[in-house]
Structures are given as C-alpha cells and as structure tokens.
C-alpha cells in the first residue's frame, strides 16, 4: 500500500505519529492535501483541522493553533506550539476562552493588545470549527 510518515508535533509532546495515505490542512492560502510522494515543501499552516487518513482507512483529528509544515517524499511534519487531538477537544472550555479574549478585546488599550486579542480570538474560532467538524464525524 502507497502510505506517508506523519509526525504532529506540539511544543509539549508528540501529538500523533504514523502511517496516512492522505493529508488536509489549512496552509496560509489556502487547504493542503498531501499525498505519498509529494514534492518537498515547507509552508506556514494556519490555526484549523489537520485530518489525517490513516493507513487502515480510519481517520484522526488533529487541531493546530498554526504552525509549520514540512513535506518530504516519505515524510510529513506538522510543528505547531499548540495541537490538540480532536478526542482531547472541549468545547465548554473554548467557548469560555472565547468569551475571555472578546473581553479582552474589547478593553483593549493598545495596539500591542488589540492585536493579541483578535490572534486569540482567531485561533479559538477555528478550535470551536475543528471541534464541530470532529464532532460531525
């Protein structure tokens, strides 16, 4: 069977690590598909799902608050400071995040803080989008 390596890496651990025959994710301009043999590649990937097939045809969910990918021929490496597998999600805590970084932005008194507010606010609101399509599933 044609299969690729794919590492998902966190700032604390490794997330998930094994063989896919196909890989999506959300890369800067636009969703990704990574199959066995693709041209090298790195590229920034931004805060969404990374939907791993897996080998024996199941599938695994993994959220990325952004990161970098690298694709090799053989190998794929997700590195993000945050992943999280869609299983580990919890809605009840990202919705309550959520709140807490609109009220951030909302009293926002800088540019410095505004900017970090709305970069919350972004990558929350694409955990809440990873953590319904994982749902769905």
């Known amino acids: ?28 301009s636009g969703e990704l598909g990574i199959f066995p043999r693709h041209t090298p590649l790195i590229t920034r990937i931004k805060a969404g799902s990374v939907r791993i097939e897996k080998a024996d045809g199941g599938e695994e969910f993994v959220f990325v608050a952004g990161g970098i990918l690298e694709v090799q021929p053989d190998c794929v490496t ?8 869609g299983k580990d999600l ?10 807490l970084a609109q009220e951030a932005l909302k009293n926002a008194s800088s540019e410095i803080d505004l900017a970090l507010a709305q970069s919350e606010l972004m ?3 694409a955990q809440l989008t990873a ?7």
């Open 90 to 99: 919890d809605e009840e805590k990202a919705n309550a995040a959520k709140l």
């Open 1 to 28: 069977m044609n299969t690729i390596h794919v590492d998902v890496v966190s700032a604390e651990e490794s997330i998930w690590s094994g063989e896919a025959r196909f890989v999506a994710l959300p890369g800067e």
């Open 131 to 137: 953590l319904r399509k994982y749902r769905k599933k």
């Open 78 to 85: 997700v590195l993000s400071d945050t992943a999280i597998r």
């Open 123 to 125: 990558v929350l609101a």
